[in-house]
């Protein structure tokens, strides 16, 4: 059973950096062609996605946010890390981690987390 | 860099009738990294099509998607009360690597 949790602050000061963690289980990134995503979604608005790693540790970003962002894995622990700095009240989202499924071929987001609700506010 | 246009933006229709969502690519997609998602309030999103005409696992069959190159379609062949939620397209690619459409918010007319 394939399964996805983040976790990380609710609440972050503008400046501050986010760190949030993805906690999987059902899979693993020694399999070739897996690869695990980063994507938001203000309250109201659509999905966009932020960021993805691969079981070969590829790591790739969105345009517009690549300089604020860092992926990470750690195989062992089957988790993966997004940081975000200079977090800004637009910032405001729900945070969704989703396995991206390569070994099939088709490269899509078939089972994601729940999501977290992370708030910038002072 | 690939844009994804979602139209219409919201559709208006009653159970029973036929959905069709459109998903326009500013340039070639592989009919392969295109995926099709729904979302309900305070829900994740859910995969329901992926290689642009699969339907996932435990996905009715009133649910189909089509199409190639710029231009896919999901139809929704007979909207159930459970249909009635926002349908994001997906595409897989090299630049960026995944970029999703606006959604279409399929209401109850």
């Known amino acids: 059973q394939v399964t996805l949790r983040e976790s990380g602050p609710a609440l972050v000061k503008p400046t501050q950096t986010l760190t949030l963690t993805c906690t999987f289980s059902?899979?693993?990134?020694?399999?070739?062609?897996?690869?695990v995503s980063w994507i938001r979604q203000p309250p109201g608005k659509a999905l966009e996605w932020l960021a993805l790693i691969g079981w070969d540790d590829d790591k790739y970003y969105s345009t517009s946010l690549k300089t604020r962002l860092t992926i990470s894995k750690d195989t062992s622990k089957n988790q993966v890390v997004l940081t975000m700095t200079n977090m800004d009240p637009v910032d405001t989202a729900t945070y969704y981690c989703?396995?991206?499924?390569?070994?099939?071929?088709?490269?899509?987001?078939?089972?994601w987390g729940q999501g977290t609700l992370v708030t910038v506010s002072s | 860099e690939i844009v994804l246009t979602q139209s219409p933006g919201t559709l208006s229709l009653s159970p029973g009738e036929r959905a069709t969502l459109s998903c326009r690519a500013s340039?070639?997609?592989?009919?392969?990294?295109l995926s099709w998602y729904q979302q309900k309030p305070g829900q994740a999103p859910r995969l329901l099509i992926y290689?642009?005409?699969n339907r996932a696992t435990d996905i009715p069959d009133r649910f189909s998607g089509s199409g190639s190159g710029t231009d896919f379609t999901l139809t929704i062949s007979r909207l159930e009360p459970e249909d009635f939620a926002v349908y994001y397209c997906q595409q897989y690619g090299s630049s960026p690597r995944i970029t999703f459409g606006p959604g279409t918010k399929v209401d109850i007319k």
């Open positions: 989703a396995r991206v499924h390569g070994p099939s071929g088709y490269y899509d987001s078939d089972y």
């Open positions: 290689g642009a005409s």
């Open positions: 059902g899979f693993s990134f020694n399999t070739r062609g897996i690869c």
């Open positions: 340039q070639s997609v592989s009919t392969t990294f």
